[in-house]
């Protein structure tokens, strides 16, 4: 019998599957923090500065950490949500397929809404790309994996940015498929070995983007360099959280900062958008080429979520739009303060 994601995912993840997972909340906020310094320059309108990177170090430097990278991690993370959601609507429904049309035909709807804030914003393309590999959910993981990373490069390559997200969705389903966001608090020795071999890709990376320069004449190389830096980051940032959590007494600094901004994802993507406009407003950020006041408003911007994520949860299970995406999802009312039910 040939396999499924939600078969794989069952004969290797732990029996207690309803849990949220801390780590992914975690990586899911440090992604979303990188994410709003590209948005801040596309919302604004500020000028991406063009040429030779020793001209433009800093331009070279914002691009190099920043573009299409974060981006990444967020759409693997949405297909590993993908799949985890398919597996629990399947305990709680009968068509659970269904279910999930019925949750990205929302999600385009609140990208829809939230174009009129950011009309690059990338939930309606996350819709479109969720609805186009349904049907790969019944694949196998390998197939997902192989295909996942064929789409992934060849989106890379040709294309870029948004041009990744089917494929990348197929390769968090494929991760999920083989229990691997389950796990990951075994995986230490995995994640240690990976992060070797993302390092030196990495750094190759870096070293091409900078021959080729910065701006939008060097986007391709760009779009490519970011797959390397983003499975450096993932790697990296989820090596560092295991650490943190398990080896030393610091309390969790990174769960304890990324995990409520990552849980509050969705609305506080679109937060992001609306101070972004205010810190425009008032600063007049897209009038000149300045990386630096654009990474002083981002971190600003995320010193203001990782603030109010964890107040909010110490009150309600879900984010305002999580809450609300869930209830449509679900056609039904769905309680949202702690004491109304147990979180997941």
């Keep these: 019998m040939q396999s ?36 801040i320059v596309q919302m604004t309108g500020m000028p991406w500065a063009a040429g030779p990177a020793r001209e433009h170090p800093d331009a070279y430097l914002f691009e190099l950490l920043f573009f299409q990278r974060p981006f990444l991690i967020f759409s ?36 829809a809404l939230h174009s009129l804030l950011q009309p690059g914003e990338v939930l309606k393309f996350y819709a479109v790309a969720g609805l186009l590999v349904l049907p790969a959910t019944y694949l196998s993981r390998r197939w997902l994996l192989w295909g996942g990373a064929v789409l992934t490069l060849a989106g890379s390559a040709l294309i870029g940015g948004v041009a990744t997200i089917p494929g990348l969705f197929l390769v968090g389903m494929a991760l999920t498929g083989y229990g691997i966001p389950d796990t990951l608090g075994r995986r230490g020795r995995q994640l240690a070995v990976a992060f070797a071999v993302a390092a030196p890709l990495a750094t190759v990376a870096a070293v091409l983007q900078y021959r080729y320069g910065v701006g939008p004449e060097a986007r391709v190389v760009t779009l490519q360099a970011g797959l ?3 499975f450096l980051y993932v790697t990296g940032f989820l090596l560092l959280l295991r650490t943190l959590l398990l080896r030393t007494p610091l309390r969790r600094p990174l769960d304890a900062v990324f995990a409520p901004m990552g849980k509050l994802a969705l609305t506080n993507y679109i937060l992001a958008s609306a101070l972004i406009l205010a810190a ?22 995320a010193v203001i979520q990782a603030a109010w994520s964890p ?14 995406w869930r209830c449509l999802t679900w056609w039904r009312w769905v309680p949202i303060r702690q004491a109304e039910g147990v979180g997941r």
Excluded: K
């Design 4 to 39: 499924t994601p939600a078969r794989d995912a069952a004969t290797t993840a732990p029996p207690d599957r309803s849990r949220r997972i801390a780590e992914l909340d975690a990586l899911r906020g440090f992604a979303l923090a990188g994410i709003v310094m590209v948005n």
């Design 76 to 111: 693997l993370l949405f297909g590993v949500s993908f799949a985890i959601f398919l597996r629990t609507a399947a305990r709680r429904a009968d068509r659970p397929r269904l279910v999930l049309v019925r949750r990205l035909l929302w999600l385009a709807v609140f990208g």
């Design 228 to 230: 390397a830096v983003a």
């Design 280 to 301: 425009d407003a008032a600063l007049g950020i897209g009038e000149r080429t300045d990386y630096a006041l654009v990474v002083a408003v981002g971190v600003g911007i």
């Design 311 to 324: 107040i909010w949860l110490r009150w309600y299970q879900y984010g305002p739009l999580e809450w609300l």
